[in-house]
């Protein structure tokens, strides 16, 4: 019962998410806007972690599954890969370097 009260719980901070961006017209997908929404209720405790705690942790031991069409998408392209493959792999570096400084400076925000 508690991965049903999850996944309710996950869907219905998603659909909020999805109606907000649409409605709004938000250039934020509506998924980061209900993943936000949730973290809101968390935090103010409007939602208890438990109750969607094994929901996420049952989505997070999937997570691999989702990375495999962009796999295979790699592998059917290798020539475009040789051509620009350093290109990618710098802009991986790059992005990767500022979204771990990004999350550093909001965690230092956030614990002060």
Do not use: C
């Not at 993943?35 to 031991?61: D, I």
Request: glycine share 8%; hydrophobic share 60%; proline share 4%.
């Amino acid at each position: 019962m508690d991965i049903l009260r999850g996944l309710f719980l996950i869907f219905v901070f998603w659909a909020l998410g999805e109606t907000t961006s649409q409605l709004a017209r938000l250039p934020i997908p509506g998924a980061v806007i209900g993943m936000l929404a949730l973290w809101v209720a968390l935090q103010l405790k409007w939602v208890s972690y438990a109750s969607v705690q094994t929901t996420a942790k049952g989505f997070l031991g999937i997570m691999g599954v989702f990375f495999v069409p962009p796999s295979l998408g790699i592998l059917l392209h290798a020539e475009r890969m040789l051509q620009y493959g350093w290109k990618l792999a710098l802009l991986v570096v790059f992005t990767s370097a500022l979204s771990g400084l990004t999350t550093v400076l909001v965690f230092k925000l956030l614990n002060r």
